[in-house]
């Protein structure tokens, strides 16, 4: 078991949505927290919610979790406030969707930069602290069904998220003998911000069949509170694999154990989706 009261944690992507979810979640269970994102006006929102609610803030600082310097400085003055922290929570990413005729080098390598840099950058920055402190402890790694399944137009996110899924592979067992839990998040449809900038390469998302499909999506969606409750009770019970709706466990679960339908499935999603929105002109490289 891992408890929360009386631990530090640090949440990346804790502006919105699931990152500022999981930041009041823990918050509520007794932990102190150490806050980061991008965007900083949105940070310091989160702050401010987490202190009224009685919660204790170290740091709320901006930095892009991409840029291995920032983490760098981020690190420095975390550890100017806590000797090391407890849990270290990756939750900050982005997504990028499109067939690979239209992606963009630029969004290749934005996707990946973010989506398993950005983790790696914290992991190299925090969790040797945390081995040295000697006090055990616990890292959440948020990765997504993209993370499991080949889904249609996921190239990008997929190549993140699968490569955040290994490293947390390796780290459940290499982490172990220091008593340090590792949890991978694969999160389904979820009502956060991310829905609203997805980058959909070479498609217009103010289109009727886009904005038919985010309703499809919006209504299979759990919110990032519910989410953020599923992360906290599978780092409690020191849970690997976390699933915040149930329907990504029933595919995994067919992916492992029976895979013709996964197969089948997956086939069914590319063809709905290469018929879904209509065709637009490839992007032009710059």
């Given at each position: 078991?891992?408890?929360?009261?009386?631990?530090?944690?640090?949440?990346?992507?804790?502006?919105?949505?699931?990152?500022?979810?999981?930041?009041?979640?823990?918050?509520?269970?007794?932990?102190?927290?150490?806050?980061?994102?991008?965007?900083?006006?949105?940070?310091?929102?989160?702050?401010?919610?987490?202190?009224?609610?009685?919660?204790?803030?170290?740091?709320?600082?901006?930095?892009?979790?991409?840029?291995?310097?920032?983490?760098?400085?981020?690190?420095?003055?975390?550890?100017?406030?806590?000797?090391?922290?407890?849990?270290?929570?990756?939750?900050?990413?982005?997504?990028?969707?499109?067939?690979?005729?239209?992606?963009?080098?630029?969004?290749?390598?934005?996707?990946?930069?973010?989506?398993?840099?950005?983790?790696?950058?914290?992991?190299?920055?925090?969790?040797?602290?945390?081995?040295?402190?000697?006090?055990?402890?616990?890292?959440?790694?948020?990765?997504?069904?993209?993370?499991?399944?080949?889904?249609?137009?996921?190239?990008?996110?997929?190549?993140?998220?699968?490569?955040?899924?290994?490293?947390?592979?390796?780290?459940?067992?290499?982490?172990?003998?220091?008593?340090?839990?590792?949890?991978?998040?694969?999160?389904?449809?979820?009502?956060?911000p991310m829905v609203d900038s997805v980058d959909?390469?070479?498609?217009?998302?103010?289109?009727?069949?886009?904005?038919?499909?985010?309703?499809?999506?919006?209504?299979?969606?759990?919110?990032?509170?519910?989410?953020?409750?599923?992360?906290?009770?599978?780092?409690?019970?020191?849970?690997?694999?976390?699933?915040?709706?149930?329907?990504?466990?029933?595919?995994?679960?067919?992916?492992?154990?029976?895979?013709?339908?996964?197969?089948?499935?997956?086939?069914?999603?590319?063809?709905?989706?290469?018929?879904?929105?209509?065709?637009?002109?490839?992007?032009?490289?710059?």
């Amino acid at each position: 078991m891992t408890k929360f009261h009386g631990t530090s944690c640090l949440i990346t992507g804790a502006a919105s949505g699931l990152g500022r979810s999981t930041a009041l979640a823990v918050v509520a269970k007794g932990a102190s927290v150490i806050l980061t994102d991008i965007d900083d006006a949105g940070l310091q929102n989160t702050a401010d919610e987490v202190r009224a609610r009685g919660g204790v803030v170290h740091l709320a600082a901006p930095a892009d979790v991409s840029d291995y310097d920032a983490v760098v400085a981020l690190a420095a003055k975390a550890h100017a406030e806590v000797d090391s922290v407890d849990i270290v929570m990756n939750v900050a990413g982005i997504a990028t969707w499109g067939t690979v005729d239209r992606l963009t080098h630029t969004q290749w390598r934005r996707t990946i930069d973010i989506d398993l840099m950005g983790p790696i950058h914290v992991i190299e920055e925090f969790v040797p602290r945390m081995i040295e402190a000697g006090r055990g402890g616990h890292l959440v790694n948020v990765a997504s069904a993209a993370g499991l399944f080949g889904l249609p137009w996921h190239a990008p996110y997929s190549a993140g998220k699968f490569g955040l899924r290994g490293v947390s592979e390796v780290l459940r067992f290499d982490l172990r003998q220091h008593r340090i839990g590792v949890s991978l998040v694969c999160p389904g449809a979820m009502a956060t911000p991310m829905v609203d900038s997805v980058d959909i390469a070479g498609v217009d998302r103010q289109g009727a069949a886009v904005q038919q499909a985010v309703s499809l999506f919006m209504r299979h969606a759990v919110t990032p509170e519910q989410a953020a409750r599923s992360i906290v009770r599978g780092v409690e019970r020191n849970k690997y694999m976390v699933f915040t709706s149930p329907d990504i466990r029933v595919g995994y679960l067919a992916q492992r154990y029976f895979p013709p339908s996964y197969n089948l499935a997956m086939r069914g999603l590319n063809w709905a989706m290469s018929r879904y929105i209509d065709k637009a002109p490839a992007p032009t490289e710059v």
